[in-house]
């Protein structure tokens, strides 16, 4: 079902044209000065057109999908945890390292990312390694639109290249619980991954519940150890919002606290 607060092409275009009647019709301000212009100068817009205009436009733009697009992608956020310099500095540090080990592999790895967190994530990392490999994405559902994850993680929508025989990298956006970690890598290996990296933008080990296993001579690479606060932004969301934003911030409670209450 289309989620009815988005703006379509249409209602952007009409938005566009109302503001700038809404413009039209106020005073002007004098650029070389800064200042308002007289009143004997001025030549507000009493056009009843005009203001018929403005009048349909609002009356045909949805309501919600007004508000929607006045919103900044930034509310809920309480504060910024990492800014978008320290994340592009670190994910720099973390595909160095990677890049150095993947050099030593006889073959090109495959670097498996868990959509749709790690997108941005994977996206940053294998640009800045320059040896050979192969991109795929796999999708496990665990959360859902809650803060909680569910504990019994489930692969839905699964890799096309063939992993068997080759090193693997798996690339997170967070792994806390372990629990969706650690159902991915037991599937890698009944596919046939000789061994298993683990890649996070995020380690949260004060959620850990389950010990992460790696296979062969895997190793365990992350960005930053992230302290036990519901963080979005970077890839990361709540509700499937939040991702586009470039740094990563930790959300207001009151945004997701009525999760708790159900």
């Known amino acids: 079902m289309a989620n009815n607060t988005a703006l379509t092409t ?3 275009g009409i938005l566009a044209r109302f503001l700038n009647d809404l413009a039209a019709s106020h005073p002007r301000r004098d650029r ?13 817009n009493k056009s009843p057109a005009l203001r018929a205009r403005r009048h349909a436009t609002l009356a045909s733009l949805p309501s919600a999908a007004a508000a929607a697009a006045m919103v900044s992608a930034e509310v809920g956020i309480d504060y910024v945890l990492w800014t978008e310099a320290e994340v592009s500095a670190r994910v720099g540090e973390v595909a160095a390292e990677l890049a ?7 073959e090109p790895a495959v670097v498996v990312g868990v959509a749709t967190g790690a997108f941005l994530f994977l996206a940053d990392l294998v640009r800045r390694v320059d040896v050979r490999l192969a991109v795929d994405f796999v999708r496990v559902e665990s959360y859902g639109a809650g803060t909680e994850s569910s504990g019994k993680p489930r692969i839905t929508s699964d890799l096309k290249v063939d992993v068997a025989g080759k090193h693997v990298v798996v690339v997170e ?41 790696l296979v062969g001579d895997g190793k365990f690479y992350r960005g930053f150890e992230c302290p036990d606060y519901f963080v979005v932004g970077y890839g990361l969301d709540y509700a499937e919002l939040y991702r586009n934003l470039p740094y990563v911030g930790v959300l207001k409670p009151e945004m997701y606290k009525k999760d708790s209450s159900n």
């Open 32 to 44: 070389a000065t800064s200042t308002t212009q007289p009143a004997h100068q001025r030549r507000p």
């Open 100 to 106: 150095a080990d993947l050099r030593a592999q006889p």
């Open 10 to 12: 249409q209602d952007s």
């Open 173 to 213: 956006d967070i792994v806390d619980t372990g629990n969706t970690l650690s159902c991915l890598i037991a599937h890698l290996e009944k596919k046939g991954a000789s061994s298993i990296s683990v890649c996070t933008f995020l380690d949260k080990p004060a959620r850990r519940k389950v010990s992460v296993q």
